[in-house]
């Protein structure tokens, strides 16, 4: 029987570890939709991040980042880099919501600071307003949802103008759950799929970051369009440990 997912669900998976520019063209090769580049716990530095923008933007491949924290200096300096998207960690709150948004969108609707000889806009732009505008509109954002704070806001939270969607955050939940890397525990499966359908509910995408088949499935089931499935230490281990089993070590 046949697991392939549906058309419509956009796959991906997370730059954790390895700084080289040319990241993105390997995912792309892959055949991966887009990459999230981990600054959260990542050690990526500003110039890692622009390099892999640069490249990404050579691409058929969305680079998203991953913030540290919902803070001006982070989000505003990454999307000016060229990043396409913003993806926020422990997003607990509607308030908390509202101001990613407003760091990732120009004025008048938001605050996010405008410099335009950059390469986020090709260091050419022929007309400032519709550049903004067009910007706005095009701008990634999403929340992860990693908390018992943030399931019980998942509702105003999905409801946020701006937002693009929700994301579920598996390991920091089960976590918070008390219940840390049991992947098939109820309360996960419950919280994945009231993410998602509250999120699909209220005309966002939706999707899971996780390597965990089962964990895919139970999304995508429920009408989730984002999947990030492992990341690059993930595939570079899997492969190796594959190629050395068929070698007998």
């Not at 990459?35 to 959260?40: A, P």
């Not at 050690?43 to 923008?53: K, R």
């Not at 008390?178 to 999707?207: C, I, N, Y």
């Amino acid at each position: 029987m046949s697991r392939d997912l549906p058309p419509g669900v956009r796959v991906g998976a997370m730059i954790s570890e390895f700084a080289a520019p040319s990241m993105p063209r390997i995912f792309g090769a892959a055949g991966f939709e887009f990459g999230i580049l981990d600054c959260e716990h990542g050690s990526f530095d500003a110039e890692t991040v622009a390099a892999m923008a640069n490249v990404a933007a050579g691409t058929a491949v969305d680079l998203w980042v991953r913030v540290p924290a919902i803070a001006r200096e982070y989000v505003g300096r990454y999307l000016d880099a060229g990043a396409t998207g913003i993806v926020a960690p422990m997003v607990d709150s509607v308030e908390q919501a509202q101001a990613l948004v407003q760091m990732t969108r120009y004025p008048p609707v938001g605050t996010r600071g405008i410099s335009v000889t950059r390469a986020h806009a090709g260091y050419v732009v022929a007309s400032l307003p519709d550049y903004l505008s067009e910007a706005n509109q095009r701008i990634e954002v999403y929340a992860q949802i990693e908390t018992r704070v943030a399931l019980a806001a998942v509702d105003e939270i999905a409801a946020v103008d701006g937002l693009t969607g929700l994301l579920v955050g598996p390991n920091d939940l089960l976590g918070d759950l008390g219940a840390p890397g049991q992947l098939d525990h109820p309360a996960l499966r419950e919280a994945v799929v009231t993410v998602v359908e509250t999120a699909r509910a209220a005309g966002k995408s939706a999707g899971i970051i996780t390597g965990n088949r089962d964990l895919i499935d139970l999304a995508v089931e429920h009408g989730a369009d984002i999947v990030s499935v492992n990341s690059d230490v993930g595939y570079l281990l899997a492969a190796a440990r594959r190629q050395l089993a068929d070698l007998g070590r």
